[in-house]
Structures are given as C-alpha cells and as structure tokens.
C-alpha cells in the first residue's frame, strides 16, 4: 500500500514563492504518475498540476501555469510543487496524489492514493 505525506505548507506573502514536497512509500515513486490537486475554502478540490511517471511531461491548470513548476525525484521518491509569484487566490489545502495508469490524467477520480494535504495560506 503507498503512502504520501506532503509538507511545506505555510503562511507566504503575496508575490513570494514556496516549495511543497510529498514524500512517497511503500513502493517506488517511479511505477505512479503523480499530480497535486487543492482546495480552497468552501470549494470543491481542483486539479492544479500533474506529471507523468517518467518525469517526461508536464499539465498544468490555466491558473497556475508559468507560476507553478511540478517535478519529481524518483531516486528521493520525493515529488514537489514549486511556487513562485503567488496570489491570494492560490490560498488552500494543497495534495499530492498517486495514479498508475499508463496516462497522465487530470481528472481527481482516477488517482487511487492520496495525502492528508498540507495548508497553503497567501496574504494580501
């Protein structure tokens, strides 16, 4: 059974930036694609970014994009979400989440683990 736990969440102001880790285990990172999805309050979770197994390509939310880098350490089992010029906006729950399908998908059904989240607060 894999396990993910995030970390790195913390209360960052406007414009400045952070990095989330999700450590995995109880099988290698490299057999899942990964993605982080999040949620804000009184929303629904939303997909943020994802990337495949391989490390070889990259999604990302319209609203994240240019912003937001996701990448992974296999080696480190270790995925990442790295933000910079953040919003008030990008304020939520952040979580990382484990598929393996073959295909990178988008869609928060599909992805069969999931962390406890780690809260992301932006101030104005």
């Known amino acids: 059974q894999v396990q993910l736990a995030e970390s790195g969440g913390r209360l960052v102001e406007a414009g400045g930036s952070l990095r989330l880790s999700c450590v995995v285990s109880g099988e290698p990172l490299r057999n899942y694609n990964m993605a982080w999805f999040r949620r804000a309050p009184g929303l629904e979770r939303v997909f943020v970014a994802a990337?495949?197994?391989?490390?070889?390509?990259?999604y990302y939310d319209n609203d994240v994009k240019g912003r937001f880098t996701i990448s992974r350490d296999n080696a480190k089992n270790t995925l990442y979400l790295q933000m910079n010029r953040v919003k008030p906006e990008d304020t939520a729950i952040y979580y990382c989440?484990?598929?393996?399908?073959?295909?990178?998908?988008?869609?928060?059904?599909?992805?069969?683990?999931w962390g406890q989240g780690t809260q992301v607060t932006v101030s104005s």
């Open positions: 989440a484990a598929d393996d399908s073959q295909y990178v998908d988008m869609t928060e059904s599909k992805y069969d683990f």
């Open positions: 990337v495949h197994w391989s490390g070889g390509s990259e």
